[in-house]
């Protein structure tokens, strides 16, 4: 069949839903009598997967009048349904089943509260009956997702009305803020919608990287971030930047339901879901509740109800259209929209500001919202004003913000000279800490950070005893400084985006500031290979042990095993203070009721510590296992622990978490100068040890929680059978 001669007869098998077209059988058998077997195979048997086959090269035709009218009539067609089979593919038509086990995670995530809806029912009371009442809600769930329909009595919302100042005048409507308390099964009913929304958003690449608030991994942080480096590039330029914000008045309560369903066709969801969220907009009631006083029942003609978490996401969406149609940099935090403009001249720059304010407006009156024109502000046009919480001046620059938070943190420390001694540590953290923090990736390498930093010392004498050093007392006290702050923060943000924790913010890895990008660098290889939560854990460590007092002592930092966070490096004292840990933990256990959950709170958790258990020699080890054993013992109540209950309960020896501590280190080169991880790691056979280490690891453990090992030489025995490569 490769060799077939030019000038013969060309014929196509066509496949289609097991269909084949009609060939001339005896043309062909006559000619070619080997190729019934082929045919054979492809007719009868069915042994071809493809749909379409070509046997032979079909001979070209001559294009006719007639061909190409028929053509010209279908392309269109043709182009259309191809362009939906590629868009069918990122549509969100139905939502997947829900099991009981969902119900029960969610209704146990739900905040503690004994706040009533409008039918008498709380979140406690909820969370105390969830396991007799989650396959019934279970099945509603699905139920109601099969029929289209959103229940009617779910539809039902209290309104509790919050005033949004203090010193607002009590007496005017227009100053409260409805909250809405939903129906607690309806809060159910949202949240497995929201995550099915979010994935749905998140999977097709849907988020507006405008958008900074209600979505993981972006805060108003990342919007200053973003905002700000549009803001140095136009400087850098050369040219003459105006910033503007305006704010939309009231957002959540005018947002169209009909446009919004548009939006959401234009993100791919249709069909059962696009139905259902139409049945959930529909017909929505509320009561408001004033003290001891109800209100009559109200339908909602409008709006979104505040206190929903399904609004959140259904306003980003009504929102996405907004970006599009400003041509410039914006920047958006919920309903606060910010955006840059820049030109050779002030005076141009502020006609183009005019102009897109305008182009807002229109926005705004083509999809009934309306400009809070009282909060619009501009700079230079103004001196200062605050946008998310950060001061921004007319020349761009934190002196202004450095002044506002310094009259907030010595606010702070007169509330620590007030407080009682062993309060004051408290009210550090809760009116002092928690201003310092915000904002100070962008603000904590400033020349401005020097003056926050004397009263951040200042607030930790007051902690501390007079006689105390100041570092010891960050150190002792577990306080980080300024610049730890400022590290700490820097790379957790860059980590964060180097292990794709949230891919759609990955368009922030060029607003990061170059300082940041330097630290990140300056790491070992090793330190930047740890999965994000490890490697959090670490510059906390590092970060609170040293009391760094400016970035060079970091970067100069020796992060090899000798230099473990704590005040005691060596290796006896390091493994002593772990023990005394242990030992603490067992009377902790002790003093309160036994059970499983409580043996690994307390104690399994202490001893899967990183690079404690490399560290131990053999007796150390032996030590430690007895001390397990008797811990196991005790909660089952039995007089002795052998292999079996380690394996039958997926917990492991401490021979076998060495086991894994050393092999992790081994392979991360963080224990190299180490003769416990050294020897542990190179009996491993070599195929391994280049091998990918993610496998390798998932294996492993496996491994260990079968074997239960009571000592490394019986994992030497494993490694040295013929069959463990096989079964790595």
Same mark, same amino acid.
């Given at each position: 069949?490769?060799?077939?001669?030019?000038?013969?007869?060309?014929?196509?098998?066509?496949?289609?839903?097991?269909?084949?077209?009609?060939?001339?059988?005896?043309?062909?058998?006559?000619?070619?009598?080997?190729?019934?077997?082929?045919?054979?195979?492809?007719?009868?048997?069915?042994?071809?997967?493809?749909?379409?086959?070509?046997?032979?090269?079909?001979?070209?035709?001559?294009?006719?009048?007639?061909?190409?009218?028929?053509?010209?009539?279908?392309?269109?067609?043709?182009?259309?349904?191809?362009?939906?089979?590629?868009?069918?593919?990122?549509?969100?038509?139905?939502?997947?089943?829900?099991?009981?086990?969902?119900?029960?995670?969610?209704?146990?995530?739900?905040?503690?509260?004994? +706040?009533?809806?409008?039918?008498?029912?709380?979140?406690?009371?909820?969370?105390?009956? %969830?396991?007799?009442?989650?396959?019934?809600?279970?099945?509603?769930?699905?139920?109601?997702?099969?029929?289209?329909?959103?229940?009617?009595?779910?539809?039902?919302?209290?309104?509790?009305?919050?005033?949004?100042?203090?010193?607002?005048?009590?007496?005017?409507?227009?100053?409260?803020?409805?909250?809405?308390?939903?129906?607690?099964?309806?809060?159910?009913?949202?949240?497995?919608?929201?995550?099915?929304?979010?994935?749905?958003?998140?999977?097709?690449?849907?988020?507006?990287?405008?958008?900074?608030?209600?979505?993981k991994g972006r805060t108003g942080e990342t919007a200053l971030l973003l905002?700000?480096?549009?803001?140095?590039?136009?400087?850098?330029?050369?040219?003459?930047?105006?910033?503007?914000?305006?704010?939309?008045?009231?957002?959540?309560?005018?947002?169209?339901?009909?446009?919004?369903?548009?939006?959401?066709?234009?993100?791919g969801i249709c069909g059962k879901v696009l139905a259902f969220i139409n049945? &959930?907009?529909?017909?929505?009631? +509320?009561?408001?509740?004033?003290?001891?006083?109800?209100?009559?029942?109200?339908?909602? !003609?409008?709006?979104?109800?505040?206190?929903?978490?399904?609004?959140?996401?259904?306003?980003?969406?009504?929102? !996405?259209?907004?970006?599009?149609?400003?041509?410039?940099?914006?920047?958006?935090?919920?309903?606060?929209?910010?955006?840059?403009?820049?030109?050779?001249?002030?005076?141009?720059?502020?006609?183009?500001?005019?102009?897109?304010?305008?182009?807002?407006?229109?926005?705004?009156?083509?999809?009934?919202?309306?400009?809070?024109?009282?909060?619009?502000?501009?700079?230079?046009?103004?001196?200062?004003?605050? &946008?998310?919480?950060?001061?921004?001046?007319?020349?761009?620059?934190?002196?202004?913000?450095?002044?506002?938070?310094?009259?907030?943190?010595?606010?702070?420390?007169?509330?620590?000279?007030?407080?009682? %001694?062993?309060?004051?540590?408290?009210?550090?953290?809760?009116?002092?800490?928690?201003?310092?923090?915000?904002?100070?990736?962008?603000?904590?390498n400033t020349p401005e950070a020097a003056e926050i930093f004397e009263i951040?010392?200042?607030?930790?004498?007051?902690?501390?005893?007079?006689?105390?050093?100041?570092?010891?007392?960050?150190?002792?006290?577990?306080?980080?400084?300024?610049?730890?702050?400022?590290?700490?923060?820097?790379?957790?943000?860059?980590?964060?985006?180097?292990?794709?924790?949230?891919?759609?913010?990955?368009?922030?890895?060029?607003?990061?500031?170059?300082?940041?990008?330097?630290?990140?660098?300056?790491?070992?290889?090793?330190?930047?290979?740890?999965?994000?939560?490890?490697?959090?854990?670490?510059?906390?460590?590092?970060?609170?042990?040293?009391?760094?007092?400016?970035?060079?002592?970091?970067?100069?930092?020796?992060?090899?095993?000798?230099?473990?966070?704590?005040?005691?490096?060596?290796?006896?004292?390091?493994?002593?203070?772990?023990?005394?840990?242990?030992?603490?933990?067992?009377?902790?256990?002790?003093?309160?009721?036994?059970?499983?959950?409580?043996?690994?709170?307390?104690?399994?958790?202490?001893?899967?510590?990183?690079?404690?258990?490399?560290?131990?020699?053999?007796?150390?080890?032996?030590?430690?296992?007895?001390?397990?054993?008797?811990?196991?013992?005790?909660?089952?109540?039995?007089?002795?622990?052998?292999?079996?209950?380690?394996?039958?309960?997926?917990?492991?020896?401490?021979?076998?978490?060495?086991?894994?501590?050393?092999?992790?280190?081994?392979?991360?080169?963080?224990?190299?100068? &180490?003769?416990?991880?050294?020897?542990?790691?190179?009996?491993?056979?070599?195929?391994?040890?280049?091998?990918?280490?993610?496998?390798?690891?998932?294996?492993?453990?496996?491994?260990?929680?079968?074997?239960?090992?009571?000592?490394?030489?019986?994992?030497?025995?494993?490694?040295?059978?013929?069959?463990?490569?096989?079964?790595?």
């Open positions: 069949m490769t060799n077939r001669k030019r000038g013969r007869e060309e014929i196509e098998l066509n496949y289609f839903e097991n269909e084949v077209k009609e060939v001339e059988w005896e043309s062909v058998l006559d000619r070619n009598n080997n190729l019934y077997s082929q045919f054979h195979d492809i007719l009868v048997t069915g042994r071809r997967n493809a749909k379409r086959k070509r046997i032979f090269a079909r001979k070209e035709e001559p294009l006719t009048p007639n061909n190409l009218s028929k053509y010209f009539q279908n392309v269109g067609v043709d182009t259309r349904e191809t362009a939906a089979r590629r868009f069918k593919s990122r549509m969100f038509e139905e939502f997947p089943k829900v099991t009981k086990v969902q119900v029960e995670r969610i209704i146990q995530k739900l905040k503690k509260s004994d +706040t009533t809806d409008a039918y008498g029912l709380s979140n406690n009371a909820l969370r105390k009956v %969830k396991s007799y009442i989650s396959q019934v809600v279970a099945d509603i769930i699905n139920e109601s997702f099969e029929a289209n329909v959103y229940p009617d009595k779910l539809k039902l919302s209290l309104i509790m009305p919050i005033l949004k100042d203090v010193t607002s005048n009590e007496y005017d409507a227009t100053n409260y803020r409805p909250i809405s308390i939903m129906p607690r099964i309806a809060m159910i009913f949202e949240i497995i919608m929201k995550e099915a929304l979010e994935d749905h958003l998140l999977r097709n690449n849907l988020y507006l990287h405008q958008q900074h608030a209600y979505i905002l700000f480096d549009n803001i140095n590039k136009r400087l850098q330029e050369g040219k003459h930047v105006v910033f503007a914000k305006c704010d939309l008045s009231k957002a959540f309560d005018t947002v169209d339901p009909d446009i919004l369903l548009y939006r959401l066709k234009e993100c049945s &959930y907009l529909q017909n929505r009631e +509320t009561i408001v509740k004033r003290g001891k006083l109800d209100s009559d029942i109200r339908k909602v !003609r409008t709006g979104l109800l505040q206190g929903s978490v399904l609004s959140t996401v259904f306003f980003n969406i009504f929102l !996405r259209d907004l970006p599009r149609n400003i041509p410039c940099e914006v920047v958006m935090y919920s309903d606060d929209i910010a955006f840059v403009v820049s030109s050779k001249s002030t005076s141009k720059a502020e006609k183009i500001r005019k102009r897109m304010l305008a182009t807002i407006e229109m926005w705004c009156a083509n999809n009934g919202m309306a400009i809070n024109k009282k909060k619009s502000q501009s700079l230079p046009k103004m001196d200062c004003f605050r &946008y998310l919480g950060v001061e921004i001046n007319c020349e761009y620059t934190w002196n202004s913000h450095v002044e506002y938070l310094r009259k907030a943190l010595n606010i702070g420390i007169r509330k620590i000279q007030k407080a009682d %001694k062993n309060q004051r540590e408290s009210a550090y953290f809760k009116s002092f800490y928690i201003k310092l923090m915000y904002a100070i990736l962008l603000w904590g951040q010392k200042e607030a930790v004498r007051l902690i501390g005893r007079n006689t105390m050093i100041e570092r010891d007392i960050f150190i002792q006290k577990k306080i980080m400084t300024l610049p730890s702050l400022y590290i700490q923060q820097c790379l957790r943000f860059l980590h964060k985006l180097n292990c794709n924790e949230y891919r759609h913010n990955q368009y922030l890895r060029n607003c990061v500031p170059a300082t940041a990008k330097e630290l990140y660098n300056s790491l070992p290889a090793h330190v930047r290979s740890y999965e994000f939560n490890d490697f959090k854990g670490k510059i906390k460590n590092v970060c609170l042990s040293q009391a760094f007092y400016n970035l060079q002592e970091f970067t100069e930092f020796d992060w090899s095993m000798k230099s473990l966070p704590g005040n005691e490096f060596t290796r006896t004292s390091y493994v002593n203070r772990f023990k005394r840990e242990l030992d603490n933990a067992v009377e902790k256990i002790l003093s309160r009721s036994i059970d499983e959950t409580t043996y690994f709170v307390k104690f399994q958790s202490l001893l899967v510590k990183d690079y404690t258990l490399p560290l131990c020699n053999e007796e150390d080890l032996n030590e430690i296992f007895e001390l397990q054993k008797d811990v196991m013992a005790l909660l089952l109540g039995i007089d002795r622990i052998d292999r079996a209950v380690f394996s039958n309960r997926n917990i492991l020896t401490v021979p076998s978490l060495y086991i894994r501590k050393c092999i992790r280190a081994g392979f991360t080169n963080a224990g190299h100068q &180490y003769r416990n991880v050294v020897e542990l790691y190179n009996h491993l056979p070599g195929n391994i040890r280049q091998g990918n280490y993610r496998k390798f690891i998932t294996k492993l453990n496996r491994i260990l929680l079968d074997g239960a090992f009571n000592n490394v030489n019986e994992f030497y025995e494993v490694v040295r059978n013929e069959d463990f490569n096989e079964v790595m």
